[in-house]
T-cell receptor
Framework: KNQVEQSPQSLIILEGKNCTLQCNYTVSPFSNLRWYKQDTGRGPVSLTIMTFSENTKSNGRYTATLDADTKQSSLHITASQLSDSASYICVVSFPSGGSYIPTFGRGTSLIVHP | SQTIHQWPATLVQPVGSPLSLECTVEGTSNPNLYWYRQAAGRGLQLLFYSVGIGQISSEVPQNLSASRPQDRQFILSSKKLLLSDSGFYLC??????????????FGPGTRLTVT
């Protein structure tokens, strides 16, 4: 069964600090892995996307890593800001019928305090 | 540029009533379209996806159905709502074909409360 597990479930940090979110998956065959940021009551917004051959991808203060051998990914946030408070969702997709079927993690809820 | 619209933004419906949520995409053609549900404290669950007009694939059996009457229109329906249908419904699109369809773009969502 395809599964995506994220940890921690929630995280509280102080503004300016760094943090790392984890994602483990069992999706097969693997197509791509994406990290999304979802503000409360809004649709998710893509942060990074990586294919099998990529092991790191950056987007400003966000850096994602991928180890396809161990089926693990991490999202590192540098110098956190209050606006980083949101849910961060890991999504792993496999190809099917002309599309890519995503499997979503439950997300990590990040709260950044001043 | 491409945009995705969903309406209504919020909806309160009694148990047993019908449902119709609409999603439209502008600025692209032949997109892949998706319906998701996000229950409170849960991850996103893929409900339906479509790679073309009239082509609907269901991921989870339930009392919901989807239709794609036009290339850039995706509709989520139910004949009789259940309490368990409450949640946040998201529509998404991705470009068809090639590496470009790795990315999915989400709409603003519809908050459905079944009472």
């Amino acid at each position: 069964k395809n599964q995506v597990e994220q940890s921690p479930q929630s995280l509280i940090i102080l503004e300016g600090k760094n943090c790392t979110l984890q994602c483990n998956y069992t999706v097969s065959p693997f197509s791509n892995l994406r990290w999304y940021k979802q503000d409360t009551g809004r649709g998710p917004v893509s942060l990074t996307i990586m294919t099998f051959s990529e092991n790191t991808k950056s987007n400003g203060r966000y850096t994602a890593t991928l180890d396809a051998d161990t089926k693990q990914s991490s999202l590192h946030i540098t110098a956190s800001q209050l606006s980083d408070s949101a849910s961060y969702i890991c999504v792993v997709s496999f190809p099917s019928g002309g599309s890519y079927i995503p499997t979503f993690g439950r997300g990590t809820s990040l709260i950044v305090h001043p | 540029s491409q945009t995705i619209h969903q309406w209504p933004a919020t909806l309160v419906q009694p148990v047993g009533s019908p449902l119709s949520l609409e999603c439209t995409v502008e600025g692209t053609s032949n997109p892949n379209l998706y319906w998701y549900r996000q229950a409170a404290g849960r991850g996103l669950q893929l409900l339906f996806y479509s790679v073309g007009i009239g082509q609907i694939s269901s991921e989870v059996p339930q009392n919901l159905s989807a239709s794609r009457p036009q290339d850039r229109q995706f509709i989520l329906s139910s004949k009789k709502l259940l309490l368990s249908d409450s949640g946040f419904y998201l529509c998404a699109w991705s470009p068809a074909g090639g590496r470009s369809n790795y990315e999915q773009y989400f709409g603003p969502g519809t908050r459905l409360t079944v009472t």
